[in-house]
């Protein structure tokens, strides 16, 4: 595949090396900012929602560039996946579309699991762009409602980027990436039929929902920034991840949820 298209794509699972990679030490304050904005997006700015997930992508895990890809409902194999929010060097390709295939993304969603991936020059020749490679990349899969897309991060100059701890925060971010959407999707629809009193209330609630344990979690990374540095710092952060496990427990729990007819509109509502 990688003479062919340029893309090597590995599924994390699967691959002995990735286990064995050296942890990184991450920056607990920017590990702290950035959920501190997912809270903030999800409460007092829905429309932020997808941007700020891969800005803390970007800021969590050391990467160089992030984005969010969502399946076109009315995507050909020409225009298929469409990148929704971008972060880092690959900033300016928001709203890009690319094709079904070759694509990273579709080998992520067939299989359903985080996967370590390579962008070389050979893709970008045969999608007539210019931009930097992909020397290290994770990439998982995510879907809510109907709709089915991918999250991921990317090194631009560094071969092994990211670890294990790399790969657990990137779940838990998967899991807010379908919750934006639906939050996006609940949004549009309340706009639509603002006689949905109902589904607001609901909207509102689950936001705060989320908010709660966010904060919780912040809490406690800001309580490292003040007494922690160095390896003390790691340690920390990896009590962190047990927080954030529990919080994406929610996330799952409220992504089960379903949705309800509108008598009104026949339309499904949260």
């Not at 709203?95 to 993304?105: F, G, H, N």
């Amino acid at each position: 595949m990688w003479e062919d298209t340029g893309l090597e794509v590995v599924d994390i699972q699967g691959d002995a090396a990735y286990a064995t990679r050296q942890p990184h030490a991450r920056a607990v304050a920017a590990q702290m900012e950035g959920m501190q904005r997912i809270a903030h997006a999800f409460v007092e700015k829905p429309d932020t929602i997808l941007l700020e997930l891969v800005n803390a992508a970007v800021a969590i895990c050391g990467a160089d560039s992030a984005g969010i890809s969502i399946e076109r409902e009315d995507g050909t194999d020409k225009d298929f996946y469409h990148w929704v929010a971008t972060a880092g060097h690959y900033s300016g390709f928001m709203d890009a579309i690319l094709p079904r295939y070759p694509s990273a993304c579709g080998i992520c969603l067939e299989r359903g699991r985080p996967q370590l991936f390579r962008v070389g020059k050979r893709f970008f020749d045969l999608m007539g762009i210019e931009a930097p490679l992909v020397t290290d990349g994770i990439l998982l899969p995510w879907e809510v409602d109907g709709t089915r897309g991918t999250i991921f991060i990317m090194a631009h100059d560094r071969h092994e980027a990211f670890d294990l701890d790399d790969c657990a925060v990137m779940q838990v971010l998967a899991d807010f990436a379908a919750m934006g959407v639906r939050q996006l999707k609940q949004q549009k629809l309340l706009v639509e039929q603002a006689s949905a009193a109902a589904a607001a209330a609901m909207a509102n609630d689950l936001a705060h929902q989320i908010n709660n344990p966010l904060q919780s979690l912040t809490n406690v990374l800001y309580l490292a920034v003040q007494g922690y540095s160095g390896t003390d710092a790691r340690t920390i952060g990896q009590q962190a991840l047990g927080d954030l496990e529990k919080l994406s427990a929610l996330v799952q729990k409220l992504l089960a949820l379903p949705y309800r007819k509108n008598e009104d509109s026949g339309r499904n509502i949260f």
